[in-house]
């Protein structure tokens, strides 16, 4: 039942958020994460300072508190992702709202959280960017494990049924994505839309 539930969630996550027709990992489905990028038009210094704004004093609740996100239903689907995160996922969020991302990333050191950045993910590139200047990144086809571990497949057909890596339970799995970060906890010299932050190396062994 819990495999059909977040399956079924995460479907709906990827169907709703489309825009054209889903992240963080690399090319098509069996490398590192990817921070392949493609640069959308007409970008706006002083919307994009209003949308950080907006998506800070959203999620502020959740800056250093990750007991608070998983209270709110964001669960693990990624250990830590070098120059990226620890990402967490809510299966119940589904579309693109600014106020209520599906997925929080978040630095780890010791017994401390905290939130970098925010992320949406797409099956398809969106035809119109919902940021101004969205930059994209790519997370190819995997098999997700209730302790974050994941293994990229070209089917769920091809998942096991308990993590190659630690033995856990599968969760779900997903087709490849597009990704949309944004940076808004944490600063990102690379670009507040890149899927990796040089800045949050420090945190790999995490």
């Avoid at 990333?105 to 099956?123: M, R, S």
Wanted: hydrophobic share 45%; aromatic share 12%; with cysteine.
């Amino acid at each position: 039942m819990r495999r059909r539930t977040i399956s079924s969630a995460l479907a709906a996550l990827c169907a709703c958020a489309a825009v054209a027709i889903a992240a963080s990992a690399s090319a098509e489905t069996h490398s590192p994460p990817s921070p392949t990028v493609a640069p959308a038009a007409n970008s706006n210094e002083s919307s994009i300072a209003s949308d950080v704004m907006a998506a800070r004093l959203a999620t502020a609740k959740y800056g250093t508190n990750l007991a608070r996100a998983k209270a709110d239903g964001y669960r693990i689907i990624t250990r830590m992702i070098p120059n990226m995160g620890y990402h967490f996922m809510n299966p119940s969020i589904s579309g693109f709202d600014l106020r209520r991302p599906p997925i929080l990333v978040y630095e780890h050191h010791g017994d401390t959280w905290q939130l970098g950045a925010l992320e949406w993910v797409f099956t398809a590139m969106p035809a119109k960017p919902p940021l101004p200047g969205a930059q994209y990144g790519v997370f190819g086809a995997a098999c997700h494990y209730v302790d974050g571990t994941f293994v990229f497949a070209d089917a769920q057909s091809a998942c096991a049924e308990k993590s190659p890596q630690t033995g856990a339970a599968f969760s779900f799995w997903h087709p490849r994505l597009i990704t949309l970060h944004f940076w808004v906890w944490f600063p990102n010299p690379a670009g507040i839309y890149m899927g990796t932050n040089p800045l949050v190396a420090p945190f790999n062994g995490g």
